[in-house]
């Protein structure tokens, strides 16, 4: 999916998300946390996490994940070329289909940064 507006996207699905967290509070709850733990600043930082889970998200082709990731880097400090090599990597790992989804995910940057 190409996504135009990332703002209204991620307005979207914050709706949506917020709906399905009402209607499974235990494990939106343990999701959370796991976030809260997975991105908070240990070995690596929080902004290397964040481009990390970009990269993933690019990977694993997640239209939700490029724009959540991407506004989080854009939050903890990354910049446009930290993203661009990130998606490199991501890239590398995923070829062609990651190639067309790091496209997407340079754009969710630029939007939302």
Known sequence: ??????????????????????????????????????????ALDSKTKELIALAIGIAARCDGCLAYHAKAAAKYGATREEVIEAIGVAVYMG???????????LAAFDALA
């Open 95 to 105: 070829g062609g289909p990651s190639m067309i989804y790091g496209a997407e995910a």
């Open 1 to 42: 999916m190409a996504v135009s507006d990332w703002s209204a996207f991620l307005e979207q699905t914050d709706r949506r998300m917020g709906d399905l967290r009402s209607g499974m509070p235990g494990v939106a709850k343990g999701f959370h946390e796991i976030a809260k733990a997975a991105i908070g600043p240990g």
